[in-house]
């Protein structure tokens, strides 16, 4: 009985050893963690956490411009801030050209985006590294350049959009200058921006398809076409839920194209919510716009949820 719990004890023992020094370098590596991330936490903490938690602060209170000096005697109005901006008829014309922009927007982005992976996945064979950087180039390339290029597109009396539709007899719009076309406009410059990055991912989801069950369907006599909507998207959903996501955030804050081409107009026909909060703030309206902003942070959320369930309950 001694001499079997011998060794036991020499084992725990050790054993004990082990945990013990493991415990001692688990915390120095904790502390040299925490001390080389000590520098972006208190960036983080003095640079975005903090002026999130004012800003929100702010917009239950009637802040502006002339309360800078005073920051302290500003007035506490609870929500009416929030019941402004929703009773705000012009807020509500925003947030219905936010809701244009999206709806159209997003799909046709993505579906582009989808066109474009599957070419270069399975139909181009020559250039791809060409045509890849080509549908690419337009997401990097600045906002100020790509609104030179559509104003010279879309100019009502001699831009290339016009010109085309001439040749078949179609009189052309003033397509930036009629509130009609106006955020037609910028959707299809949206579009056209943004859709390489929505391939670049899709691309990448493409590659990880399984290549035996494109196989093992075409052995069952599946042609292209049933291939890709039986074996390619489902596949690709984890993806499409990704870039849906994404894209849709992108595009419920949609306020450079705006900014750059039309200011909002014509009559507000393109005026978005960032937009019109980005105005409230240069008014010195600071507590109203700090509504706004949450308001649309409120939205992308429930939009992000709805479609994170609705994806969920497909699978």
Not at 15 to 44: D, T, Y
Not at 153 to 167: E, K, R, S
């Amino acid at each position: 009985m001694t001499a079997t719990s011998a060794p036991a004890l020499a084992g725990r023992k050790a054993a004990s050893k082990r945990s013990g020094r493991r415990g001692v370098r688990n915390a120095a590596e904790a502390r040299a963690g925490l001390l080389l991330s000590a520098p972006f936490i208190v960036l983080f903490l003095l640079f975005t956490a903090w002026p999130v938690v004012q800003s929100f602060y702010m917009s239950f209170t009637d802040m502006g411009r002339d309360d800078v000096q005073t920051p302290f005697g500003v007035n506490f109005v609870a929500l009416d801030n929030y019941a402004r901006a929703l009773g705000d008829p012009t807020f509500q014309k925003a947030a219905l050209s936010t809701a244009i922009f999206v709806v159209v927007g997003v799909p046709i982005t993505i579906l582009a985006g989808l066109a474009a992976a599957v070419a270069l996945d399975k139909g181009i064979t020559r250039a791809r590294g060409f045509f890849r950087m080509g549908f690419y180039t337009p997401v990097i390339t600045s906002i100020v350049a790509v609104a030179v290029v559509w104003r010279f597109l879309l100019q009502p009396d001699f831009g290339i959009v016009n010109q085309m539709l001439a040749v078949i007899g179609i009189k052309g719009p003033n397509w930036i200058g009629d509130e009609r076309t106006a955020l037609l406009s910028l959707i299809m410059m949206a579009v056209w921006r943004n859709f390489g990055n929505a391939m670049i991912i899709l691309l990448a989801g493409l590659q990880g398809v399984s290549a035996e069950l494109h196989e093992a369907a075409a052995l069952d006599g599946a042609n292209a076409w049933q291939r890709f909507l039986n074996v390619t998207l489902p596949g690709l959903r984890p993806t499409l839920l990704f870039v849906l996501v994404t894209t849709s955030i992108g595009y419920l804050q949609f306020f450079e194209e705006p900014f750059v081409m039309t200011q909002g107009g014509p009559l507000s026909a393109t005026l978005s919510a960032s937009m019109y909060t980005y105005q409230q703030f240069g008014f010195g309206k600071w507590g109203y716009a700090g509504a706004l902003a949450y308001l649309t942070f409120v939205v992308i959320l429930i939009v992000t949820v709805v479609q994170f369930r609705l994806t969920r309950e497909k699978d």
